[in-house]
């Protein structure tokens, strides 16, 4: 690994150990640069502001979460071991991570691209998760036609309302959806 991104992966770490400590509003960009024994301005080198250390470390979460996954979905055997061992990565990211989803207060009240990215990626590494479970039944002839079509059409359903927002009645508006690739 380079230099540099060892020393990104470095901030990263510092940082999710002061998010998991302190949470990110009680966190300085004084106090991980502290921590790494480097000057602030090196820390800005590598991150502009707090909100895109918090973005990267999410990022890495879900990208570690979602390739544990996928390794395994190529040698499952069953579709439902698949679905048990996301179901246990999901599990596992909320008891160990559960201070990062405080974080929608914040967003809510200081919404940004940034955090309108970090929605958008989880919500994508799960689409890809679910398109290839969907794929591996298909492979070991566990799904029916009917059922697949079924698979299809709730997943995007789910997409269409995470994409949405709520109206005046406090329904989903669908504004806009991508169908996923199954």
Known sequence: MAEQDQKR???LEVALKRFKRFGLAKTTMDEIAKDLEISK?????????KERIYVAV????????F????????TAVSV??????YLSVKERILLEYHFLFGINLWVSDKPSSLMRQIGEMAHQAEIRFISSWIRKGIEL???QRR???LLRLTCLYRCCLDSGSTGASGRPQILTFKTPTI
Do not use: C, H, P, W
């Not at 301005?41 to 502001?49: E, T």
């Not at 390739?67 to 190529?74: I, N």
């Not at 439902?80 to 061992?85: H, I, L, P, S």
């Open 9 to 11: 992966e470095a901030i």
């Open 58 to 65: 999410v990022e890495r979460i879900v990208n570690e979460s």
């Open 80 to 85: 439902q071991e698949v679905m048990d061992r």
């Open 41 to 49: 301005g090196s820390l800005y080198y590598y991150f502009s502001d």
């Open 147 to 149: 059922t697949i079509r």
């Open 67 to 74: 390739r544990d996954v996928g390794s395994f979905l190529e």
């Open 141 to 143: 002839g566990k799904y």
